[in-house]
C-alpha cells in the first residue's frame, strides 16, 4: 500500500470553527490532491498541488485554503467551518502519468 | 469540460450472476480512463485503466474495454462473489500533457447477495 496517512481520521466541529486536516506521504509522490465525497456527487477535487508551494483549485474550491512546504505534508484548511462541509475528505498522490493513489479518508461533521 | 457519467445505483446481484456497470464519458482527444472500486470505510483503489481507444483493462476478474466511437468505458464481471460488494467509480484523466486530475462519475453500490 501506498504510504499515505491522513488526521484526523474523525472530526466533530461547530460552525465557525477553523479547522485543519492532514495529508502526510511517504511516497516522495509530486502530486498530491484533496476530494470531498458526498452522496450523489462521486468524489469532486477541492484542491491539489504539483509541487512544493505550487498549489490550483479543483471544481469546489470555495471555503477551502491548502498549504504545501515540503513534498510530504498538504493541508486542507477550512477558515470557518460551515455545515455545507460536513463531508468524507480524502487525499491522492500521483506521480505524473500515473494512477492516484488515496488515503483512507476524514470524516468531518460541522453541527 | 470533461465529464463521466456513470450508472445509477444500487445494483442488487445475487453470488455468480453477471456484473455490467455503465460508464460513458465526455472529453476531447483520448483521455486515459480508470475504474475505482472502494470498500466500506476504506479509500479508493485502482481497479483497472485504459489509457488508448480499444485497450481492454483487466484486474480480479473484472474487465472494461475503451470505446472510443460510443465513447464508453463499462465494468463487467462474468461471475460476482460476496466480496466483490463495493462502490465502483469511473473515473477519466484529460488527454492533456500535465494535467493529472481526475474527473469522477458519481459511483454505483454494488451489493452481492449468497
Request: aromatic share 12%; proline share 3%.
Given at each position: 500500500d501506498a504510504g499515505i496517512t491522513q488526521s484526523p481520521r474523525h472530526k466533530v466541529t461547530e460552525?465557525?470553527?477553523?479547522?485543519?486536516?492532514?495529508?502526510?506521504?511517504?511516497?516522495?509522490?509530486?502530486?498530491?490532491?484533496?476530494?470531498?465525497q458526498d452522496p450523489g456527487h462521486g468524489l469532486r477535487l477541492i484542491h491539489y498541488s504539483y509541487g512544493v508551494k505550487d498549489t490550483d483549485k479543483?471544481?469546489?474550491?470555495?471555503?477551502?485554503?491548502?498549504?504545501?512546504?515540503?513534498?510530504e505534508d498538504f493541508l486542507l484548511t477550512l477558515e470557518s467551518a460551515t455545515s455545507s462541509q460536513t463531508s468524507v475528505y480524502f487525499c491522492a498522490i500521483s506521480?505524473?502519468?500515473?494512477?492516484q493513489f488515496f488515503g483512507p479518508g476524514t470524516r468531518l461533521t460541522v453541527l | 469540460g470533461n465529464s463521466v457519467t456513470q450508472m445509477e445505483g444500487p445494483v442488487t446481484l445475487s453470488e455468480e450472476a453477471f456484473l455490467?456497470?455503465?460508464?460513458?464519458?465526455?472529453?476531447?482527444?483520448?483521455p486515459s480512463l480508470f475504474w475505482y472500486v472502494?470498500?466500506?470505510?476504506?479509500?479508493?483503489?485502482?481497479?483497472?485503466?485504459?489509457?488508448?481507444?480499444?485497450d481492454k483493462g483487466s484486474n480480479k476478474?473484472?474487465?472494461?474495454?475503451?470505446?472510443?466511437?460510443t465513447t464508453s468505458f463499462h465494468l463487467e464481471k462474468g461471475s460476482v462473489q460476496?466480496?466483490?460488494?463495493?462502490?465502483?467509480?469511473?473515473?477519466?484523466?484529460?488527454?492533456?500533457?500535465?494535467?493529472?486530475?481526475?474527473?469522477?462519475?458519481?459511483?454505483?453500490?454494488?451489493?452481492?447477495?449468497?
Open positions: 460552525t465557525g470553527t477553523p479547522v485543519t486536516l492532514r495529508c502526510h506521504q511517504t511516497e516522495n509522490h509530486r502530486y498530491m490532491y484533496w476530494y470531498r479543483g471544481e469546489v474550491s470555495d471555503g477551502y485554503s491548502v498549504s504545501r512546504s515540503k513534498t506521480e505524473r502519468g500515473g494512477e | 455490467t456497470i455503465n460508464c460513458t464519458y465526455t472529453a476531447t482527444g483520448y472502494q470498500y466500506p470505510g476504506e479509500g479508493l483503489q485502482l481497479l483497472l485503466k485504459a489509457t488508448k481507444a480499444d476478474g473484472f474487465e472494461a474495454t475503451y470505446r472510443k466511437e460476496v466480496s466483490d460488494s463495493a462502490v465502483y467509480f469511473c473515473a477519466l484523466r484529460s488527454a492533456n500533457f500535465g494535467n493529472e486530475k481526475l474527473t469522477f462519475g458519481t459511483g454505483t453500490r454494488l451489493t452481492i447477495i449468497p
